[in-house]
């Protein structure tokens, strides 16, 4: 019967999704954002918790989840990338990721170079780590003492969660499919701009972005719950924010380009250049390539995205291209000679801020409109967290 036994469908349907949710955040609170990048530090309760959670409900050792996913950034789509769908196929990860997950979690080398600093006092020695089937198998008889029969379906529910949203959605789908809004060099994409399902992993593209941000929202259109909490917890002093991601802020009536413009352009190498892409190489690519055939405009496209690995008949194709089209070819010129204040780190601060001076002056005397809007925008540019 379980101690409950006047519960209706629904009733369980929604006491079983407050259970994965509580998963959930531990996994992406706990797991991510704690102990694999150290973005936030959470008190003991809390840390806790979200340890005994996690045993009872997915069996996870900590220093395995943190070491293969912390290899999985270090290797991102390689051959050795644990759970890339570009190298192993998306069926493969989205369907068999707890298989990929459990054949490294075996490798003793990637938990020894990429597990340190996770939690090694005797109830992870002697308990969670010595014993990770007997948190599920307590959860198990827990939820049929509850629930009676039904107790083995939210059982089951709770089983499948982790493997299927986590290893299954997150390291497949969110490698494969979604919008970007930063250009890093993996592929990782946000599924929805609603972080909300998976505690805010939906926005794996802004992650990679960033991957020591505790909040995974980036636009103004992105909610993540994970954040949220994260946010509640520190409001009653049981965590504290070590690192978020910056935003770029722009001051139009600001017209000098000053140290405080070089920091935030510099320092934010992903957001300008995202920026650019948006601002400045949309428009001109919609406009300028018109007349082209649907090769080039593609070619040129992917040249002006940030792929340069051309073979020497492609390379002497795109210069073509750009002869016959003096903005495209300014516009590259441009994009080349910003990626290259990056370059200069043995130039001294006021070089760097020279240099930036005269891109600034060099755009805006193209006469390029997009071009010249991008680079008014640039010297209002500053930082807030």
């Given at each position: 019967?379980?101690?409950?036994?006047?519960?209706?469908?629904?009733?369980?349907?929604?006491?079983?999704?407050?259970?994965?949710?509580?998963?959930?955040?531990?996994?992406?609170?706990?797991?991510?954002?704690?102990?694999?990048?150290?973005?936030?530090?959470?008190?003991?309760?809390?840390?806790?918790?979200?340890?005994?959670?996690?045993?009872?409900?997915?069996?996870?050792?900590?220093?395995?989840?943190?070491?293969?996913?912390?290899k999985?950034?270090?290797?991102?789509?390689?051959?050795?990338?644990?759970?890339?769908?570009?190298?192993?196929?998306?069926?493969r990860?989205?369907?068999?990721?707890?298989?990929?997950?459990?054949?490294?979690?075996?490798?003793?080398?990637?938990?020894?170079?990429?597990?340190?600093?996770?939690?090694k006092?005797?109830?992870?020695?002697?308990?969670?780590?010595?014993?990770?089937?007997?948190?599920?198998?307590?959860?198990?008889?827990?939820?049929?003492?509850?629930?009676?029969?039904?107790?083995?379906?939210?059982?089951?529910?709770?089983?499948?969660?982790i493997?299927?949203?986590?290893?299954?959605?997150?390291?497949?789908?969110?490698?494969?499919?979604?919008?970007r809004?930063?250009?890093?060099?993996?592929?990782?994409?946000?599924?929805?701009?609603?972080?909300?399902?998976?505690?805010?992993?939906?926005?794996?593209?802004?992650?990679?972005?960033?991957?020591?941000?505790?909040?995974?929202?980036?636009?103004?259109?992105?909610?993540?719950?994970?954040?949220?909490?994260?946010?509640?917890?520190?409001l009653?002093?049981?965590?504290?924010?070590?690192?978020?991601?910056?935003?770029?802020?722009?001051?139009?009536?600001?017209?000098?380009?000053?140290?405080?413009?070089?920091?935030?352009?510099?320092?934010?190498?992903?957001?300008?250049?995202?920026?650019?892409?948006?601002?400045?190489?949309?428009?001109?690519?919609?406009?300028?390539?018109?007349?082209?055939?649907?090769?080039?405009?593609?070619?040129?496209?992917?040249?002006?995205?940030?792929?340069?690995?051309?073979?020497?008949?492609?390379?002497?194709?795109?210069?073509?291209?750009?002869?016959?089209?003096?903005?495209?070819?300014?516009?590259?010129?441009?994009?080349?000679?910003?990626?290259?204040l990056?370059?200069?780190?043995?130039?001294?601060?006021?070089?760097?801020?020279?240099?930036?001076?005269?891109?600034?002056?060099?755009?805006?005397?193209?006469?390029?409109?997009?071009?010249?809007?991008?680079?008014?925008?640039?010297?209002?540019?500053?930082?807030?967290?």
């Open positions: 019967m379980g101690f409950f036994p006047d519960l209706g469908v629904w009733q369980l349907i929604g006491l079983t999704l407050v259970l994965t949710h509580i998963t959930i955040v531990s996994v992406t609170v706990f797991l991510h954002r704690a102990q694999a990048h150290g973005s936030v530090e959470l008190g003991p309760v809390a840390s806790h918790f979200f340890r005994f959670w996690l045993w009872l409900t997915t069996g996870i050792v900590t220093i395995e989840w943190v070491a293969i996913h912390r999985h950034h270090a290797k991102c789509e390689t051959e050795d990338d644990p759970h890339s769908p570009q190298v192993k196929g998306l069926n990860v989205l369907w068999g990721g707890l298989g990929l997950y459990r054949a490294e979690a075996r490798n003793l080398e990637t938990l020894e170079k990429y597990g340190r600093g996770t939690p006092d005797w109830l992870e020695a002697n308990v969670y780590r010595k014993w990770p089937s007997a948190g599920i198998s307590l959860m198990l008889l827990i939820d049929v003492a509850c629930f009676g029969l039904a107790g083995l379906a939210v059982w089951a529910v709770q089983m499948l969660w493997p299927f949203w986590a290893a299954g959605v997150i390291n497949g789908v969110a490698h494969f499919w979604g919008y809004n930063w250009n890093t060099p993996d592929a990782a994409r946000n599924i929805s701009p609603l972080g909300i399902l998976i505690g805010g992993e939906e926005l794996h593209n802004n992650h990679h972005a960033f991957a020591s941000s505790a909040r995974l929202s980036n636009k103004w259109y992105e909610f993540d719950i994970g954040w949220f909490y994260i946010r509640l917890m520190e009653l002093k049981m965590a504290k924010v070590k690192k978020v991601a910056p935003r770029l802020r722009i001051n139009r009536e600001k017209l000098t380009v000053d140290l405080e413009t070089m920091s935030a352009v510099l320092g934010n190498r992903l957001q300008v250049m995202s920026n650019f892409g948006r601002q400045v190489v949309q428009p001109v690519v919609k406009q300028e390539l018109a007349a082209f055939s649907k090769l080039d405009r593609t070619l040129v496209k992917r040249m002006l995205s940030g792929a340069v690995e051309f073979d020497t008949q492609t390379k002497e194709r795109l210069q073509g291209i750009l002869r016959d089209s003096p903005v495209l070819q300014a516009v590259h010129h441009s994009q080349e000679q910003l990626h290259e990056w370059g200069r780190t043995t130039s001294n601060q006021q070089a760097r801020l020279e240099s930036l001076q005269q891109w600034i002056h060099e755009a805006e005397e193209t006469g390029i409109q997009a071009l010249q809007e991008f680079a008014q925008r640039m010297r209002g540019y500053s930082v807030v967290s």
